[in-house]
């Protein structure tokens, strides 16, 4: 079920984003430091919307890999601690009596 919502939702972003590039088929004159391009509307905003996507991406490449080091070192510590709560148990109890 959550497959056939997923692929309707992916087809209704499809048609938006094609009627808003028929909706903003114009070019648009972009000036570089070596020359000047005529490009779609359209264009322009797919290549910023995948430009920010990749950053984004990078980003959260970035953050997921620092976490997934905190928790080995939050792991290996567990594993340490509880070899110290065994070892602490494992201990003969003296009484002073």
């Given at each position: 079920m959550t497959r056939i919502i997923g692929l309707i939702f992916i087809l209704v972003v499809l048609v938006f984003g094609l009627t808003f590039a028929v909706l903003?088929?114009?070019?648009?004159?972009?000036?570089?430091?070596f020359g000047i391009y005529q490009i779609p509307l359209s264009l322009i905003l797919v290549i910023a919307f995948v430009i920010g996507t990749l950053f984004g991406a990078v980003v959260n490449v970035g953050m997921m890999l620092r976490l997934k080091r905190q928790i080995s070192r939050l792991r290996k510590e567990v594993r340490f601690t509880?070899?110290?709560v065994k070892n602490l148990r494992a201990l003969p109890i003296k009484d002073k009596h």
């Open positions: 903003n088929a114009e070019s648009v004159q972009i000036n570089y430091y509880e070899k110290e």
